[in-house]
């Protein structure tokens, strides 16, 4: 047996042993099996399967933090490694080839677990509980499918590259105690790509290709709009720190490597001169399949999912990052929007499994590959994907119940930030249309928290304002509430879309008045949601928290009035700082919980701060002979009560035999007098007054304890 340890717990393993012990709990996990992995391979047209246990077993390597198990098998050697991660361990298996042959498929688990393993899916962990500790397992890779079959799980990886040696991405195994989701979403937390507050502006919905009369983009509507821009920041007193240029700025027949002719007739020279002037970084939007660049002679990468190349053809991923590094040589670019992604590929003729995990993890991994150049290429590009990034496309399409988690929670440590769809109406019913497309943003923001995606990663849109199809027609009757919500769900980006000319003067106020918050909030408060969810129609909300204070968005849900109540940490100052996008200033006060009363459809912006109270008791041994006295100059009573090994002591007049109470020299009176049944407590009336003393002439230690309110 072999141990590594580390503040999580523990992993033993040996040829066929495995077990998992959290350190708090000091609970096991224990994979049963005697193949540690198996690996596929391909020779002369026949796969065929080796077992870890039908391999020669040839010796094993310690180093500090990792020990290695070298195989030998027909034609090939495997390495079979475990590594302490930290607050985790990782698993990799490397196969290195004597004769040729195709390395098709590497298993790295595929045993039976002790608890019951639940959740998985395409880039999901597995889970499973057990005596009060946690587990959670799997390749962590976004479109790897880690799978559960009834108590045993399958860590499958494939395809890989016809080489000499091919090496597995890790499968992870972490413990914690508590609950899987939480601990897991901690983890994931740790690792995902760090964002700093961004301002983002995108001109969709400013223009909108193909629509009857809506404007095209072109240099002149660019032009004009950062002047606009410019114009509004001073106004507001924000400053966009990217302009993001959306879709149709490209010509077609290359791969985005050039400005459309016919409306930048000179390029993007002028546009990128106009964007340094004003302060901002720019930004483009990519197909990463090609799809809308209508590409000459390649019909040998076509998917056959609709007009998307096959990011698993290597030409595909090739001709993606040539695009890109192109506009980052001409135009300096530091942001890419990446759209409509296809990483599915049926077709045969490629080469590449068809089976449809193994082609995804295919196209995944060589769509990453080039992310990978183009961000060593341009250190700080920030990427944003967007459509294609969920598991399917159904889960950016319509708030309804569908089968297994939105999004990998993988993605985060690869990616800035990942979509979480189009604003469109929910399926809820609202008065208001412009009610449920913001509606919308939530539910899909929770589809996002389900998958245990940091909200620290999450694009939820933000907030777009216009006349175009893209935004129904609507102007700017979702700015406020939609500008509220995309600073409360901590995103970190506050993103706005579309012709800031409909905004007016008090609308210019209202998004200074979020930038400002949005800037404390996101640098020094963490986030989570609130209250209910939204897709089943409750009351729900957002919460920024950190010790002390917090900030709560609170939503009422679509159909009726309702009463939201959240938890505080203790007596609080409440200040009601924005109702229903009206800048208030309304202050009150609560303890323990807090209630808002919202019309339909409504929400208010609250900040909480814990407040000092007069709610601690001054506690002190009163023993024989002591004379204790207690300042009350500016509270108005003193709440007193005596115990005696721990439980009250009661009599009629509350004060025990030879026990005295004076208030500036006079008796402290606590009324009613001679109670019969006795009582345990004197509350005695100080205002006015400066001091009370209490003093045992007895021969009895007993605990006295006083509270002074004002």
Same mark, same amino acid.
């Given at each position: 047996?072999?141990?590594?340890?580390?503040?999580?717990g523990?992993? /033993? &393993?040996?040829?066929?042993?495995?077990?998992?012990?959290?350190a708090?709990?000091?609970?096991s996990?224990?994979?049963?099996g005697?193949?540690?992995?198996?690996v596929q391979?391909e020779?002369?047209?026949v796969a065929?399967?080796y077992?870890?246990?039908a391999?020669r077993?040839?010796?094993v390597?310690?180093?500090?933090?990792?020990?290695m198990?070298d195989?030998?098998?027909d034609?090939?050697?495997a390495?079979?490694?475990?590594?302490d991660?930290?607050?985790c361990?990782?698993?990799t298996?490397?196969?290195?080839?004597?004769r040729p042959g195709?390395?098709l498929r590497?298993c790295?688990? @595929?045993?039976e677990l002790s608890?019951?393993?639940?959740?998985g899916?395409?880039?999901q962990p597995?889970f499973a509980?057990?005596?009060?500790a946690?587990l959670?397992?799997?390749?962590?890779?976004?479109a790897?499918?880690n799978?559960?079959?009834k @108590?045993?799980?399958?860590f499958?990886?494939?395809p890989?590259?016809?080489t000499?040696?091919?090496?597995? !991405?890790p499968?992870?195994?972490?413990?914690?105690?508590? $609950?899987p989701?939480?601990?897991f979403?901690?983890?994931?937390?740790?690792?995902?790509?760090k @964002?700093e507050? !961004?301002?983002?502006?995108?001109?969709?919905?400013l223009?909108?290709?193909g629509? +009857?009369?809506? +404007?095209?983009?072109?240099?002149k509507l660019t032009?004009d709009?950062?002047?606009?821009?410019?114009a #509004?920041?001073?106004?507001a007193?924000i400053?966009?720190?990217?302009?993001l240029m959306?879709?149709?700025?490209?010509e077609t027949?290359?791969?985005?490597?050039?400005f459309?002719?016919?409306?930048?007739p000179?390029?993007a020279g002028?546009?990128?001169e106009a964007l340094?002037?004003?302060g901002?970084k720019?930004?483009?939007w990519?197909?990463?399949n090609?799809?809308?660049?209508?590409?000459?002679d390649?019909? =040998? !990468?076509?998917?056959?999912v609709?007009? &998307?190349?096959?990011l698993?053809?290597?030409r595909t991923a090739?001709?993606?990052y040539?695009?890109?590094?192109?506009q980052i040589?001409?135009?300096?670019?530091?942001?890419?929007?990446l759209d409509?992604?296809y #990483?599915?590929?049926?077709n045969p &003729?490629?080469?590449?499994?068809?089976h449809?995990?193994?082609?995804?993890?295919?196209?995944?991994?060589?769509?990453?590959?080039?992310i990978?150049?183009?961000?060593?290429?341009?250190p700080g590009l920030k990427?944003?994907?967007?459509n294609?990034f969920?598991?399917?496309?159904?889960?950016?399409?319509?708030?309804?119940p569908?089968s297994?988690?939105?999004?990998?929670p993988?993605w985060?440590s690869?990616?800035d930030?990942?979509y979480?769809?189009?604003p469109? +109406?929910?399926?809820?019913?609202?008065?208001?249309?412009?009610d449920?497309v913001?509606?919308?943003s939530d539910c899909m923001?929770?589809n996002?928290?389900?998958?245990c #995606?940091?909200?620290?990663?999450?694009? $939820?849109h933000g907030?777009?304002?216009?006349?175009t199809?893209?935004?129904?027609?609507?102007?700017?009757?979702?700015?406020r509430?939609?500008?509220?919500? @995309?600073?409360?769900?901590?995103?970190?980006k506050l993103?706005?879309y579309? $012709?800031?000319r409909?905004l007016d $003067?008090?609308?210019?106020?209202?998004?200074?008045?979020?930038?400002?918050?949005?800037?404390?909030?996101?640098?020094?408060?963490? #986030?989570?949601?609130?209250?209910g =969810?939204?897709?089943?129609?409750?009351?729900?909300?957002y919460?920024?928290?950190r010790p002390?204070e917090?900030?709560f968005?609170? /939503?009422?849900p /679509?159909d009726?009035?309702?009463?939201v109540?959240?938890?505080?940490p203790?007596?609080?100052r409440?200040?009601?700082?924005?109702?229903?996008g009206?800048?208030?200033?309304?202050?009150g006060?609560?303890y323990?919980t807090?209630?808002a009363h919202?019309?339909? &459809?409504?929400?208010v912006?609250?900040?909480?701060r814990v407040?000092?109270?007069?709610?601690g008791?001054?506690?002190?041994?009163?023993?024989?002979?002591?004379?204790a006295s207690?300042?009350t100059?500016?509270?108005?009573?003193?709440?007193?009560?005596f115990?005696l090994?721990?439980?009250p002591y009661r009599?009629?007049?509350?004060? +025990?035999p030879?026990?005295t109470?004076?208030i500036?020299?006079e008796p402290?009176?606590?009324?009613?007098?001679?109670?019969?049944?006795?009582?345990?407590?004197?509350?005695?009336?100080?205002?006015?007054?400066k001091e009370l003393?209490?003093?045992?002439?007895?021969?009895?230690?007993?605990e006295?304890?006083?509270?002074?309110?004002?």
């Amino acid at each position: 047996m072999h141990i590594l340890k580390n503040s999580a717990g523990s992993l /033993c &393993a040996g040829d066929g042993f495995l077990c998992l012990t959290e350190a708090l709990t000091e609970q096991s996990f224990y994979f049963f099996g005697r193949d540690e992995f198996t690996v596929q391979i391909e020779r002369d047209g026949v796969a065929a399967v080796y077992p870890s246990s039908a391999l020669r077993l040839c010796g094993v390597t310690e180093t500090d933090g990792a020990f290695m198990m070298d195989y030998k098998g027909d034609g090939f050697e495997a390495r079979l490694e475990y590594r302490d991660g930290g607050d985790c361990f990782s698993k990799t298996v490397t196969v290195k080839q004597s004769r040729p042959g195709k390395v098709l498929r590497i298993c790295l688990e @595929n045993r039976e677990l002790s608890a019951a393993p639940f959740r998985g899916g395409e880039g999901q962990p597995v889970f499973a509980v057990s005596g009060g500790a946690c587990l959670w397992a799997g390749t962590e890779f976004p479109a790897c499918y880690n799978g559960v079959i009834k @108590n045993n799980v399958d860590f499958t990886q494939a395809p890989f590259e016809e080489t000499e040696t091919v090496g597995s !991405l890790p499968v992870v195994y972490g413990v914690a105690p508590g $609950d899987p989701s939480t601990a897991f979403y901690a983890y994931v937390k740790r690792r995902a790509i760090k @964002n700093e507050p !961004l301002r983002v502006y995108c001109d969709w919905s400013l223009h909108c290709e193909g629509a +009857p009369g809506a +404007p095209e983009l072109t240099e002149k509507l660019t032009l004009d709009n950062i002047k606009e821009l410019c114009a #509004f920041e001073k106004k507001a007193g924000i400053r966009f720190d990217y302009y993001l240029m959306d879709a149709y700025w490209f010509e077609t027949g290359v791969p985005y490597t050039a400005f459309k002719k016919r409306t930048f007739p000179d390029g993007a020279g002028r546009v990128v001169e106009a964007l340094k002037q004003a302060g901002m970084k720019f930004g483009l939007w990519f197909d990463i399949n090609c799809i809308n660049a209508a590409l000459p002679d390649v019909d =040998d !990468l076509r998917s056959g999912v609709g007009a &998307a190349l096959c990011l698993g053809c290597r030409r595909t991923a090739e001709l993606f990052y040539e695009g890109v590094a192109k506009q980052i040589d001409d135009c300096d670019i530091d942001m890419i929007k990446l759209d409509f992604a296809y #990483f599915e590929c049926p077709n045969p &003729a490629h080469g590449h499994s068809t089976h449809p995990h193994e082609y995804k993890e295919r196209s995944v991994r060589y769509f990453l590959d080039a992310i990978s150049r183009l961000k060593k290429k341009k250190p700080g590009l920030k990427v944003l994907a967007y459509n294609g990034f969920t598991t399917s496309l159904e889960w950016i399409c319509a708030v309804k119940p569908l089968s297994g988690f939105a999004v990998s929670p993988y993605w985060s440590s690869l990616l800035d930030y990942v979509y979480c769809g189009d604003p469109r +109406p929910s399926d809820s019913a609202f008065c208001g249309f412009s009610d449920s497309v913001a509606h919308y943003s939530d539910c899909m923001t929770a589809n996002h928290v389900d998958s245990c #995606f940091p909200l620290t990663n999450t694009d $939820d849109h933000g907030t777009m304002v216009g006349v175009t199809d893209t935004i129904y027609g609507q102007g700017r009757s979702t700015f406020r509430r939609a500008l509220l919500s @995309n600073m409360m769900r901590g995103t970190m980006k506050l993103h706005f879309y579309g $012709d800031v000319r409909l905004l007016d $003067d008090g609308d210019a106020e209202y998004f200074g008045y979020i930038d400002r918050l949005f800037e404390d909030i996101s640098r020094n408060f963490g #986030f989570r949601l609130a209250g209910g =969810d939204p897709r089943l129609d409750q009351p729900y909300g957002y919460e920024a928290f950190r010790p002390g204070e917090g900030y709560f968005m609170l /939503c009422a849900p /679509c159909d009726r009035p309702a009463d939201v109540t959240v938890k505080l940490p203790g007596p609080c100052r409440i200040d009601t700082l924005i109702d229903n996008g009206r800048i208030v200033n309304e202050t009150g006060e609560a303890y323990g919980t807090y209630t808002a009363h919202l019309d339909e &459809a409504g929400y208010v912006l609250l900040h909480y701060r814990v407040e000092p109270c007069d709610r601690g008791y001054i506690c002190t041994p009163l023993c024989p002979g002591d004379e204790a006295s207690f300042p009350t100059e500016g509270f108005d009573n003193v709440r007193l009560n005596f115990t005696l090994d721990g439980k009250p002591y009661r009599v009629p007049d509350a004060l +025990p035999p030879d026990v005295t109470a004076t208030i500036d020299g006079e008796p402290a009176v606590s009324l009613p007098a001679g109670v019969w049944s006795g009582k345990s407590w004197l509350y005695i009336e100080t205002k006015g007054k400066k001091e009370l003393r209490v003093k045992n002439g007895g021969d009895v230690t007993y605990e006295l304890r006083l509270r002074r309110i004002k």
